[in-house]
């Protein structure tokens, strides 16, 4: 089992920044793959990045590709999730999900997920 607990949400202003950070535990930090997905109003789970175990590779939509970025601390137990030119359309709750074997976009290929935390953004 893994448990995940998502914290940094909360309202900025369009073109600011927040941090987010997802907490594990329960399993080797480094054993498991990490991503963050988010949820919009009326919209479907969306993938918006992932990064390996060791840390050393990372995957973006396009969406958020230049403006966010992923990272982890493995000694912290704890991803980061850097967000920066903050749009309203990243309006959303953000997940953070975890694996113990591979993920890809699809939400169901992650095993594990946070509860989520709220982003708005307003314009």
């Known amino acids: 089992q893994v448990q995940l607990v998502e914290s940094g949400g909360g309202l900025v202003q369009a073109g600011g920044s927040l941090g987010l950070s997802c907490a594990a535990s329960g399993r080797a930090f480094s054993s498991i793959a990490v991503a963050w997905f988010r949820q919009g109003p009326g919209k479907e789970r969306e993938f918006v990045a992932t990064?390996?175990?060791?840390?050393?590779?990372?995957n973006y939509a396009d969406s958020v590709k230049g403006r966010f970025t992923i990272s982890r601390d493995n000694a912290k137990n704890t991803v980061y999730l850097q967000m920066d030119s903050l749009k309203p359309e990243d309006t959303a709750v953000y997940y953070c999900?975890?694996?113990?074997?591979?993920?890809?976009?699809?939400?169901?290929?992650?095993?594990?997920w946070g509860q989520g935390t709220r982003i708005t953004v307003s314009s």
């Open positions: 990064i390996s175990r060791g840390g050393r590779n990372t």
């Open positions: 999900a975890a694996t113990l074997v591979s993920g890809n976009s699809n939400p169901g290929s992650w095993g594990y």
